[in-house]
């Protein structure tokens, strides 16, 4: 039955057939493993997981439609164990009935399910009573207990698209749900939805009311900052407000100065930035800017990603801000990215050089007998493990010398080595 036009837009507007969902098309796609999952007949337990607004609710929805399925729903947040206890025996009425009905059993936020609540779902997930369906928006790795975890498929939703939003906000027009609205508006309000679905919609049925309060035929971007307030211009996803402050971030990071960085840090999260977006450029300014002068600097930074993953917003922000500090005072090198730019352009414009024989493996007697690996060196087996004056490059190659470390850090050391090892080699040779 379709929804009433009093009801919540996103009501009016959730998806009634698989046919009608927007995004998740790597899983909802023809031959994609969800949608084969529907085209089964055969429902099975699984894990949704994925951040706000991105459809785990209405997927569950339409696969209890798909089974002809009685649908349940617990929210983890509010229940306890005595909702638990009360849909067991909703499913086994169901069951039992004169029709045999399937129950598929939704639990939102499954990861606030302690580990006592988690297993209280075991043995009816294992006796078939119902298809259990959690939906979390933290690692299930980390917040699902691993004897549920290996009876249920982890299917990870992906942030909403602009395109994806963009249909949203066409739909919603097409019913007649909000006003005509400028190509500029459009622009910012999918920048503040930020991938979710949800945020978008409540933003649209916001403006909607105003709009009707103001007699507005036509929502602009002014008008929208003006009602929306400092909330929507302080922070724009796609627009150079956001690409200047995190090349101010980065570029303080690469200077050396961690007040600067930390105060460019903060500013990024009070303006909206999705805090997992910093924590991948952390990472990716720990293998561009620091490299080898601190190899601990990207453990750290794959740390503080994995403990903002099981900690969430506002605790595990710290463990980013930690990062962001000691990435500013680490030693600085770029001398991998330099390296590997240029052995990635050499390999780009050179030809494809064969292996030498005394690199290649040697699995089959034909290949011994052609001499594959034959004067092969173990350099284990050598002086200080290094077969000194043995080649590795291919047959005509130059010594390229991409990598070329510098005297600052760890790179100090590995700069020594690297000497004294090409001594070693001119020696022998």
Known sequence: MAPSSHAPLAERLRPRTLAEVIGQQHMLGEGMALR?????????????????????????????????????????VLGGVKDIREAVELAQAARNGLTAQRTILFVDEVHRFNKSQQDAFLPHVESGLFTFIGATTENPSF????????????????????????????????IDAVPSIEPAAVDRLIAYADGDARRLLNTLETLSVAAGSEKLTKITDAWLLKVLGERMRRYDKGGEQFYDTISA??????????????????????????PRYMARRFIRMAS??????????LRLALDAADVYERLGSPEGELALAECVIYL??????????????????????????????????????????????????????????????????????????????????????????????????????
Not at 52 to 72: C, E, N, Y
Not at 250 to 273: C, E, I, N
Not at 288 to 297: C, N, Q, S, V
Not at 385 to 397: K, V
Request: charged share 30%; net charge neutral.
């Open 328 to 429: 500013a005072v680490a030693p600085k090198s770029n001398a991998v990215y330099k390296a590997f730019n240029e052995a990635r352009a050499f390999v780009k414009k050179d030809g494809t050089r064969p292996v030498p024989m005394h690199l290649r493996n040697a699995p089959t007697k034909l290949m011994k007998e052609l001499d594959y690996g034959k004067g092969y060196r173990y350099a284990h087996d050598e002086e200080g493990g290094f077969a000194a004056g043995e080649r590795y490059l291919p047959d005509g190659m130059a010594e390229p010398g991409f990598y070329r470390p510098v005297e600052r850090g760890l790179e100090l050391r590995i700069a020594d080595k690297l000497r004294e090892l090409k001594k070693r080699n001119d020696q022998n040779n």
């Open 143 to 174: 917040e699902v207990n691993s004897a549920l975890l290996s009876r249920a498929a982890v299917y990870v939703l992906q942030p909403l698209s602009e395109d994806d939003l963009k249909r949203i906000v066409t739909k919603a027009q097409a």
């Open 249 to 274: 971030l980065h570029k303080s990071v690469r200077g050396s100065d961690p007040d600067a960085a930390l105060y460019w840090f903060v500013r990024m999260l009070d303006g909206g930035a999705d």
């Open 288 to 297: 561009e800017d620091i490299g080898l002068a601190d190899p601990r600097a």
């Open 36 to 76: 084969l999952a529907f085209e089964s007949g055969q429902p099975h337990s699984c894990i949704l997981w994925g951040p706000p607004g991105v459809g785990k609710t209405t997927i569950a929805r339409l696969m209890a439609d798909a089974f002809d399925a009685q649908f349940l729903t617990i929210s983890a």
